[in-house]
């Protein structure tokens, strides 16, 4: 279920590490919440340089916005978002302070995959 998407500067060497990234981030997932690697979607979308902005200012390392089941537990979702930056950090070499991670959370009744709606998630 969970949709990870990346929007990267085209010139940055994340963009060349999609692969590698995708593998990352479907491991942390599925470590840290039990999900099947099959539900991990992974999305980059790449950008001319000079595109990604915080305030007026342009910032060369990437963004990401997760759309993730609603019903973790917070810690679940401390893991989670915390493992995402280490796994994106340790993958690209780029340090945690330069890149930004957004979580969003949605019902299971909001998601369909495979035909099928998904059910709530369970809090542990």
Do not use: C
């Not at 692969?19 to 479907?26: D, F, L, Q, S, Y």
């Not at 993958?91 to 035909?115: H, W």
Request: proline content about 8%; cysteine-free; glycine content about 10%.
């Amino acid at each position: 279920m969970p949709f990870y998407q990346f929007t990267i500067p085209s010139d940055s060497p994340s963009a060349g590490l999609k692969t590698e990234i995708a593998r990352a981030v479907t491991k942390v997932h599925t470590s840290v919440t039990g999900a099947p690697a099959r539900y991990v979607n992974v999305s980059f979308v790449e950008v001319p340089p000079g595109n990604l902005f915080v305030g007026d200012e342009p910032v060369a390392h990437g963004r990401m916005v997760g759309i993730i089941r609603a019903g973790r537990t917070a810690d679940v979702k401390h893991d989670l978002i915390t493992g995402l930056a280490d796994a994106w950090s340790m993958v690209t070499g780029e340090p945690r302070e330069g890149f930004a991670l957004f979580l969003q959370e949605v019902p299971g009744s909001m998601v369909m995959e495979y035909g099928e709606t998904l059910p709530e998630a369970e809090s542990d």
